[in-house]
């Protein structure tokens, strides 16, 4: 089990920004396919965006243009840059890590992914 410790998470109102981390050991941030998903009430848990051990990226289209994906390897941080919030953006944010770097060349897929942090809070008000 790889740890994930999210943080970043709180308040904003629409049109607001927010930047999200997850810190993560120095291999898996490095080697591995890491993630960002989201879970609203009442909904099932979704991927937002990824990002290829090569720095290559994937967002869901409910975010292209308004997040970005990145890491820091010597902080061994993952971010989620949120801008221009929405309401529907309102959810726990979930940091993903799998050790399968293949796994980032395929469909965006939650079972892919065996480790979790424990999520964050975001709530965008209108």
Same mark, same amino acid.
């Given at each position: 089990? +790889?740890?994930? +410790? *999210? #943080?970043?998470?709180?308040?904003?109102?629409?049109?607001? #920004?927010?930047? $999200?981390?997850?810190?993560?050991?120095?291999?898996?941030? !490095?080697?591995?396919?890491?993630?960002?998903?989201?879970? /609203?009430?009442?909904? *099932? =848990?979704?991927?937002?965006? =990824?990002? =290829?051990?090569?720095?290559?990226?994937?967002?869901?289209? #409910? +975010?292209?243009?308004?997040?970005?994906?990145?890491?820091?390897?010597?902080?061994?941080? $993952?971010?989620?840059?949120?801008?221009?919030?929405? !309401?529907?953006?309102?959810?726990?944010?979930?940091?993903? /890590?799998?050790?399968?770097? =293949?796994?980032?060349? !395929?469909?965006?897929?939650?079972?892919?992914?065996?480790?979790?942090?424990?999520?964050?809070?975001?709530? +965008?008000?209108?």
């Amino acid at each position: 089990q +790889v740890p994930l +410790v *999210e #943080s970043g998470g709180g308040s904003v109102q629409a049109g607001g #920004s927010l930047r $999200l981390a997850c810190a993560a050991d120095g291999p898996t941030l !490095s080697t591995g396919c890491m993630a960002w998903f989201r879970q /609203a009430p009442g909904k *099932e =848990r979704e991927g937002v965006a =990824r990002l =290829r051990s090569d720095g290559g990226q994937y967002y869901a289209d #409910s +975010v292209q243009g308004r997040f970005t994906i990145s890491k820091d390897n010597a902080k061994k941080t $993952l971010y989620l840059q949120m801008t221009l919030l929405k !309401s529907e953006d309102t959810a726990v944010y979930y940091c993903a /890590a799998t050790l399968n770097y =293949r796994d980032c060349y !395929s469909r965006f897929w939650i079972g892919d992914f065996p480790n979790w942090g424990q999520g964050t809070q975001v709530t +965008v008000s209108s």
